[in-house]
């Protein structure tokens, strides 16, 4: 939904005009300039700064609970300035009630208030964000997700039937006598609308929490005494009764009255009763600071000269945690698909990050495009359209790396020790049974969420309509073509994962297939999945590192699909001299590779990634060219 920014600031005038003075900025606070030199307005501003480091204390000790506001400012000695000119206004600003009224509150309640919106500081208040269109906008789009809504249609009363009566657990009698049954009913109206309904059928509880919980004419009356104290703390601790009643006789409660009587209030109630009903919210509650340190505006100011340089295709939208935003690119930009390409489905590049956490622009300073995985991983952030983020990127890919320098020293020292980190994990034949394990072995179970059947673990070839599985059948039956395997032959093959290519070959050729990997969690589910085909005369699989495999000379033809990013740099040539060493005379081997470019692959060398520090340990995409100077 389009949102609109709501910047909300505190300002006040009294007296006409003899007191103003306002929240924005240093200069709104001293919009008069002769406070500058007032004694009393000094220390009011002092103790707005002390009111926001010491009123969250409350929130924590019980010994405040049935503390009023005033009680608790005398005690801490606060300034008749700080009373009369920032609290008072405030708090009428916010209930448009009387200053007496006002200093009868209880402190948890109105401080628990101001935290939540961030009132108690002088500057870095959030800047609020509406949908555009207001309710008009977010109630059309509510219509459209239920499949039943009827307006104008007054209910005049709710009867709940006992528990294991035959018929619906909730009848409701509408204004104009029709008669509807129900398994549940959520009561989203006030409370003493709520009671007029249930009338006779509301039982004690129900007539307790929602009877202290009144509503009024907006009229406004000056209380004094200990009478009304009582009256506003029973109010305030029956909402916290709501809670018990939720379910009880297939009915919940929810509204604005059962917080602060805000929207975002009638919000909270309604997710804490659907939450009561067994639903599940489809969104993660996550709570934000709209405070920025000045190391976390310096790592923003550094991200933010790198984005302007880099993103040149497509447009990126962040919104911080403080409301703000920050933009990259053209706004306007048009996605282009190549002709033939339409089927492919690619993502616009255009996306919109919510930044939860600060710490998102450090670590990418720090840790570049591992750091962005690193933030994603602990939630720094979220995308909305996660493909359109890696359109982006990848539309992008060249200025980004063209652009790190601007990133400044610690990205460069953030690198270096990425380097050093992937430096030492080798791919000797110990290091390698430990990277390999590292990642395959992680669990079979976790594998089969976002591959195929057969568990092919590699690059597909995709031809319009087809699904994973064909897909990837496609490029098997391109690798056995390309091999010129037939029956009777003997096929090695390097990195047999989960026994995919294996069984295809055996079953198309009449092959035999021996097959090596370093993965043990590999082996149980191949061997498993040859046995299941019944192929164990035909296929035999092996831990076995490439570099101890017997049977030198004895096969004809190799294939190696993907497992080449697992050997290093240093161990190409070793590598393809042993595979050379393995074939017959004539024979033919066959690898599939994703490959760095030529022209990146010495910087490539020189440094570490996302996918070498976290994806796969020791990790290393060969170019083409080194490839060929290898096998040479």
Request: hydrophobic content about 40%; proline content about 3%; aromatic content about 10%.
């Amino acid at each position: 939904m389009l949102l609109s920014d709501y910047i909300q600031s505190f300002a006040l005038s009294i007296d006409n005009g003899k007191l103003e003075w306002g929240s924005d900025s240093l200069d709104t606070i001293f919009a008069q300039r002769k406070n500058l030199a007032s004694p009393s307005f000094l220390a009011m501003v002092s103790d707005v700064i002390r009111f926001g480091k010491e009123a969250p204390k409350v929130l924590s000790h019980d010994k405040y609970r049935d503390m009023t506001l005033g009680s608790f400012l005398h005690q801490e000695r606060y300034s008749k300035g700080f009373i009369e000119n920032y609290v008072l206004p405030m708090s009428a600003a916010v209930w448009s009630v009387p200053n007496a009224q006002v200093m009868e509150f209880p402190v948890q309640m109105l401080i628990r208030f101001w935290v939540n919106h961030h009132l108690l500081d002088l500057f870095q208040r959030p800047l609020w964000r509406v949908v555009r269109g207001r309710s008009q906008e977010y109630v059309k789009r509510v219509l459209a997700e239920l499949p039943d809504v009827r307006t104008s249609t007054g209910v005049q009363s709710a009867v709940r039937a006992a528990p294991g009566a035959p018929g619906p657990a909730v009848r409701l009698t509408t204004e104009s006598g029709e008669v509807l049954g129900f398994d549940a009913v959520v009561f989203a109206t006030h409370s003493d609308i709520t009671l007029r309904i249930l009338g006779q059928d509301a039982d004690a509880s129900e007539r307790d929490v929602l009877g202290a919980i009144p509503y009024n004419d907006n009229d406004v009356y000056l209380h004094t005494g200990k009478q009304s104290n009582s009256l506003i703390f029973k109010s305030w601790e029956a909402q916290g009764r709501v809670q018990g009643l939720q379910g009880q006789r297939a009915t919940y409660f929810a509204g604005a009255w059962c917080g602060y009587g805000f929207h975002e209030d009638g919000i909270k109630a309604a997710v804490a009763a659907v939450k009561v009903m067994g639903c599940r919210i489809p969104w993660e509650l996550r709570p934000t600071c709209p405070k920025v340190t000045l190391v976390e505006g310096w790592y923003q100011g550094l991200f933010d000269r790198f984005a302007k340089a880099v993103v040149k295709t497509g447009y990126l939208r962040l919104i911080l945690p403080n409301g703000s935003e920050l933009s990259y690119g053209d706004k306007d930009y048009v996605h282009k698909v190549k002709a033939g390409q339409e089927w492919r489905g690619l993502p616009e590049a255009r996306a919109t990050l919510r930044v939860y956490n600060m710490d998102f622009f450090r670590k990418i300073v720090m840790r570049h495009d591992t750091g962005l995985g690193e933030a994603y991983m602990d939630k720094d952030f979220e995308a909305g359209n996660l493909g359109g983020f890696m359109a982006v990127i990848l539309a992008n890919a060249h200025s980004t790396e063209a652009s790190r320098s601007s990133l400044g020293w610690l990205n460069w020292v953030g690198d270096r020790m990425l380097y050093l980190a992937h430096l030492m994990r080798p791919n000797t034949i110990e290091g390698s049974r430990r990277n390999i394990g590292e990642h395959y072995d992680a669990g079979n179970d976790m594998y089969r969420l976002f591959l195929d059947e057969s568990m092919m673990y590699s690059c597909a070839m995709h031809a319009e309509g087809d699904s994973l599985y064909e897909a990837q059948m496609r490029k098997l039956d391109a690798i056995i073509d390309a091999a010129g395997i037939t029956a009777g032959q003997r096929v090695l093959e390097v990195g047999c994962g989960w026994g995919a290519f294996a069984i295809r070959a055996v079953q198309r050729t009449g092959c035999h297939v021996t097959g090596l990997t370093l993965s043990k969690e590999q082996l149980v589910e191949a061997e498993a999945r040859v046995k299941a085909a019944g192929l164990q005369d035909s296929i035999s699989l092996r831990f076995c590192d490439y570099r101890d495999c017997p049977g030198a000379g004895s096969f004809d033809r190799v294939v190696s699909i993907e497992m080449i990013e697992a050997v290093g740099h240093a161990n190409l040539g070793t590598y393809f001299r042993q595979l050379s060493c393995m074939l017959k005379p004539g024979g033919v081997c066959v690898l599939q590779a994703i490959c760095c470019p030529d022209e990146r692959y010495t910087a490539y060398c020189r440094c570490s990634d996302f996918i070498r520090e976290h994806i796969f340990p020791g990790g290393h995409l060969p170019c083409i060219a080194a490839c060929v100077e290898a096998a040479q």
